[in-house]
Nanobody, 126 residues
């Protein structure tokens, strides 16, 4: 059974940092891109960041560019999201996701992903 399990969320003050982890099990994801999405209350789920299978290419939403860093450790089947300079508007449930198959272009839309974690809450206080 394939599972993606996020951890590392919590409550932090504005300007603070958090590091999210997403541990995969049930299959290896070392040959596919992985992504992070988030959903705030009353809003649609939105793309945050994605990383290619090798880690050599990354893509970020404009709202987090320069503050968040996505990385991966294929030996551990884990992807990370380092979040710095957090703002109250970053408050959301954060999800990691992976597609079923690899592709040349890094997927940026949620419908391009097949596996999803249960999410981890990030709350940034002002």
């Amino acid at each position: 059974q394939v599972q993606l399990v996020e951890s590392g969320g919590g409550l932090v003050q504005a300007g603070g940092s958090l590091r999210l982890s997403c541990a995969a099990s049930g299959r290896t994801f070392s040959s596919v891109a992985m992504g992070w999405f988030r959903q705030a209350p009353g809003k649609e789920r939105e793309f945050v960041a994605a990383i290619s299978w090798s880690g050599g290419r990354t893509h970020y939403a404009d709202s987090v560019k320069g503050r968040f860093t996505i990385s991966r450790d294929n030996a551990k089947n884990t992807v990370y999201l380092q979040m710095n300079s957090l703002k109250p508007e970053d408050t959301a449930v954060y999800y990691c996701a992976a597609p079923l198959k690899g592709r040349i272009v890094i997927p940026l839309r949620d419908y391009e992903y097949d596996y999803w974690g249960q999410g981890t809450q990030v709350t940034v206080s002002s």
